[in-house]
């Protein structure tokens, strides 16, 4: 048995990418997320940490964590407990691996890769219903039943948002979904675009969607018994989260790499993914200033209401133009 060394260093060179990737983007992401809110609060936010804007205090607040005590409470389900991070946070790092820079920046290029992504992005909401269910809390037991009518609601939003655009593109594949993109669709696919990023907000439980957690309430939810770095992870998978919903929201409804000269430079077009990647990224922390946080009645009725209702009636009509065309 042979070894091809060249398709295998291949592997390793696109795994240890997704891994860095997977790393550092969440992080800016949450810095960013420490200055827009400072701004727009009209306060300043971190400044210290590092010298220059605080740039560092992500990386102090990691360190502080890793300082703390681990603790695991005597009546919980030690092991479920215990895995509960890592299920919240590894299928953010599988979905990443299939979204694309570019036709050729991709880390796994699957013909059906926007199920694969919907797929493993749900999975991560797991992780959630593990940490409640195992905490022996009763605060955190309520978070995750939040949490479960939470994805019940908005999953099915988010598919019919999903499918109007792959049936518009004619195809799963994310990257020929990005190919077949036109500008018009800008229009023609907008209140499809607006029903995924809220329904995404939804997924990822974060406000005004953050029912699950409601500090006000359950004190932190289904995290409540976690300390150290066990809650750091659900922090960094909130992150994660957020990368994972802006980078696909990109490149289904913005266009991914398209942009100018992106054919004539090869890195102009990872370069534009990234791009509107931290534009809707931003829109999704300017929302969370902006919006207060929803009660559990207006947040079901949001679902079944409205966006339901909205996405099947934006899917009959790309049927009508696909057909028509």
């Given at each position: ?14 795994a240890?990418?997704v ?68 299920v ?43 940490a ?26 988010l598919?019919?948002?999903a ?15 990005a ?9 023609w ?53 957020i990368?994972?919903l ?55 009725r ?6 339901v ?17």
């Amino acid at each position: 048995m042979t070894v091809d060394v060249p398709l295998l260093f291949e592997v390793l060179l696109r795994a240890v990418a997704v891994l860095v990737a997977f790393l550092t983007l969440p992080l800016l992401v949450g810095q960013t997320e420490h200055k827009v809110m400072a701004h727009m609060q009209g306060r300043i936010g971190p400044m210290y940490a590092g010298g220059f804007h605080g740039w560092a205090q992500l990386v102090a607040d990691g360190v502080k964590f890793l300082q703390k005590e681990d603790i695991t409470p005597a009546a919980a389900d030690r092991a479920v407990f215990r895995l509960a991070p890592a299920v919240a946070l590894v299928p953010y790092m599988v979905a990443l691996a299939a979204i694309p820079l570019s036709p050729t920046w991709v880390a796994a290029d699957i013909d059906a890769g926007l199920l694969f992504v919907l797929a493993a992005s749900t999975v991560a909401v797991l992780g959630t219903l593990m940490a409640g269910w195992s905490s022996a809390n009763k605060y955190a037991l309520l978070g995750s039943m939040r949490a479960a009518a939470q994805l019940l609601a908005y999953e099915l939003p988010l598919v019919l948002a999903a499918a109007s655009i792959a049936m518009a593109a004619g195809t799963l594949s994310l990257i020929g979904i990005a190919d077949a993109w036109q500008w018009w669709w800008l229009i023609w696919q907008a209140p499809a675009g607006v029903i995924f990023l809220v329904a995404g907000l939804a997924e990822v439980q974060r406000p005004p969607f953050d029912m699950p957690l409601a500090d006000s309430e359950l004190v932190v939810g289904p995290f409540t018994e976690y300390t150290g770095l066990r809650f750091a992870l659900f922090l960094l998978a909130e992150y994660a989260g957020i990368v994972v919903l802006s980078a696909l929201t990109a490149v289904l409804f913005l266009g991914g790499w398209h942009g100018p000269f992106w054919n004539t430079f090869g890195w102009i077009g990872p370069v534009w993914t990234l791009l509107k990647t931290g534009l809707v990224a931003f829109v999704v922390i300017w929302v969370r200033v902006s919006w207060p946080r929803l009660r559990e009645d207006q947040l079901q009725r949001l679902a079944w209401g409205v966006l339901v209702p909205a996405g099947l009636v934006q899917l009959a009509l790309t049927a009508v133009v696909v057909v028509a065309t």
